[in-house]
């Protein structure tokens, strides 16, 4: 299933048929498709062969609409619904919108089924919470397609892929974003926003609190209910996937990386990447760098 093609869209599909993987992960993309665009536009799948995962990330604050079968259904974004093999499928997604779609042979179906992803007889479509979490993996996915040729780069995408849908369940909204509390939401997301672009400077939670307006209790309040953690987990974990991604994808130091997460010394950082990841950095920039 991919959309029609939009000029004023980005990142067509990428087919990963064919690419080499050395890990052999339980399901295997077919392809991956990221799409940002101003414009409307119409997904349909005539009962293709393939297994879709669909994420509408965003777009209008009006309910989109999907017929499955011809029935009609509609939704808030985020939201994702599943395109199962053999079934009629479109979308009209509302602009602007950004869309996130997943491609699977039809034999994963089972694999999806029996770890309780897929539940219903006929589909999987509900809303979900765009955590700060899941918008580092949309980013890291993004990356990973620019790179998709180099060494263990479909095995990364196979693998963000499986935990974003994951993530997605996980997440799930079992209440209606149209009535619950949008305000509290935003909020934490800009605040969840403004940690992920401050990452290289010391926080202050006293004053983070006062440069959003909002009481420490409220803060811990609201971010335990909506992210079941607290600011400082949230900003420990962020600085060690920002670690993770600078061993990774660039040639710093080990000693510029500690400065430029902000963590206290040189042995503290190295016990604490070696507990959460199994590995020294230096051990984990040999095995998984693409150098």
């Known amino acids: 299933m991919y959309p ?11 087919n990963m048929r064919g690419l080499f993987r050395r890990i052999h992960t339980p399901v295997q993309l077919l392809a991956v498709s ?40 509609s939704y808030l974004c985020p939201h994702v619904w599943v395109q199962q093999p053999g079934r009629l499928f479109q979308a009209s997604p509302m602009p602007p919108r950004d869309t996130l779609v997943f ?7 089972d694999f999806f089924r029996n770890c309780a992803i ?16 899941m918008t580092f993996l949309l980013n890291e996915i993004v990356v990973k397609m620019e790179q998709c040729t180099e060494r263990g780069m479909a095995d990364r995408l196979d693998i963000l892929s499986l935990e974003f849908i994951i993530e997605s369940v996980l997440n ?17 997301i800009d605040i969840a926003s403004y940690i992920d672009s401050h990452l290289d400077t010391s926080f202050d939670l006293d004053k983070l609190c006062a440069h959003f307006s909002i009481s420490r209790r409220s803060l811990f309040r609201y971010w335990k209910k909506h992210f079941n953690s607290t600011p400082a987990a949230y900003i420990a974990r962020r600085r ?41 950095p230096f051990e984990y920039r040999k095995k998984y760098g693409s150098g």
């Not at 990221?34 to 393939?50: C, E, L, P, W």
């Not at 995962?53 to 999907?66: A, D, Y």
């Not at 539940?119 to 700060?132: A, E, G, K, Q, Y």
């Not at 209606?176 to 939401?185: K, L, M, V």
Request: include cysteine; charge should be neutral; glycine fraction near 4%.
């Open 240 to 280: 060690m996937q920002l670690a993770c991604h600078l061993i990774l994808n660039t040639d710093l130091k080990l000693f510029e990386i500690v400065e430029k997460c902000r963590y206290g010394s040189h042995a503290y950082f190295c016990a604490e990447f070696k507990k959460q990841n199994g590995l020294s």
């Open 4 to 14: 029609e093609r939009d000029s004023r869209s980005r990142r067509q599909p990428l």
């Open 172 to 188: 799930s909204r079992t209440d209606n974003p149209q009535t619950s509390d949008e305000t509290n939401w935003n909020l934490l």
């Open 103 to 109: 491609s699977y042979h039809r034999s994963a179906e």
């Open 34 to 73: 990221y799409i940002k665009s101003d414009t409307a536009s119409i997904f349909r799948n005539n009962g293709s062969n393939s297994l879709d995962f669909c994420f509408e990330l965003s777009g209008s604050r009006q309910p989109g609409s999907v017929l499955f079968d011809s029935v009609p259904r």
């Open 118 to 133: 897929i539940t219903d007889p006929n589909i999987l479509n509900h809303s979900f919470v765009m955590t700060p979490h």
